[in-house]
């Protein structure tokens, strides 16, 4: 299975008392192949760096690419505009890495494991 995962499913993945940690694990220990793009990959480390440890974070950036089977390059000045119109004509709660995924998803047609309910509500195909 190809999968998208959000910043909130790694977050569960590497920190143990978060209370999706259990969940996080099982689904990524079935070994999905994981699409990653550049921007889910920044918002996770700087997650981990602030809320855990700069270490902590460098060292789960090489977890997170030891596991993805697949990284997306930078994106371009014109997908980050389809992008940016995705953001701007959004609901509130939508940011920018929302965006992002959304955008992600229907470009390769991919679910997103996520705890988000957010990407529900945008018509995103989510797993578990």
């Not at 999905?32 to 996770?44: A, C, L």
């Amino acid at each position: 299975m190809k999968v998208i995962v959000d910043t909130t499913a790694w977050y569960g993945y590497f920190v143990k008392s978060d209370k999706f940690h259990d969940e996080s694990v099982a689904f990524i220990d079935t070994k999905p192949e994981i699409i990653i793009s550049n921007i889910i990959f920044e918002e996770v480390l700087a997650l981990l760096h602030h809320r855990v440890s700069k270490k902590f974070a460098a060292e789960a950036g090489k977890t997170v690419l030891g596991l993805c089977a697949h990284t997306t390059p930078y994106v371009s000045a014109e997908e980050n505009e389809d992008i940016m119109r995705l953001y701007a004509h959004s609901m509130q709660y939508i940011d920018y890495v929302d965006a992002s995924i959304v955008w992600l998803s229907r470009k390769f047609d991919l679910p997103v494991f996520t705890f988000d309910e957010h990407f529900k509500r945008m018509k995103v195909h989510v797993v578990p």
